[in-house]
């Protein structure tokens, strides 16, 4: 069965993205990924090592977004499944492991334009520039500042 993937960060980006998920998955009848990448890439360096968090607590940390965002969708609709799911970034990153894992059944990606990143002037995320360059299905940037 496809899905509507919703790449999460803990943003207000990417919860307005969930939201406006949501209501779509309404119209199309199909459930919801809101999936969470971890990356370690960095992390598990010889240095970072030395003070990187244990894999389980990033995970907990992750499921903990998740849960956040998942509750702060308000009603979910009827018929409509939120799945969470958090997965650990391959040797491709972030977006690689967002569009190899969680999109095989994607029919339709969905991200906020502004995550977490550094640079709050540019109109889009990396991640979402990349997921627009990238996927091999439709995507949809909920834009800064619109809600659901």
């Known amino acids: 069965m ?3 993937v919703v790449g999460m ?3 207000t980006g990417a919860q307005r993205a969930l939201n406006w998920a949501v ?3 309404a119209l199309r009848r199909c459930p919801v990924r809101a999936v969470y990448v971890i990356d370690r890439r960095y992390l598990d360096s010889d240095l970072g090592v030395l003070v990187a968090p244990a894999a389980s607590e990033l995970e907990a940390e992750a499921q903990a977004i998740l849960d956040r965002a998942v509750n702060g969708v308000g009603e979910v609709p009827v018929g409509v499944e ?3 799911e958090v997965v650990h970034a391959e040797r491709h990153g972030i977006v690689g492991t967002l569009l190899d894992q969680a999109g095989q059944d994607a029919e339709l990606f969905v991200v906020g334009s502004r995550g977490h990143g550094g640079f ?3 109109l889009l995320g990396s991640v979402s520039h990349q997921v627009l360059q990238h996927a091999t299905c439709p995507v949809v940037v909920v834009p800064h500042g619109r809600d659901a």
């Open 120 to 122: 709050a002037g540019l």
């Open 2 to 4: 496809s899905s509507i």
């Open 23 to 25: 209501n779509e998955a």
């Open 82 to 84: 939120i799945r969470k």
């Open 9 to 11: 960060d803990g943003s």
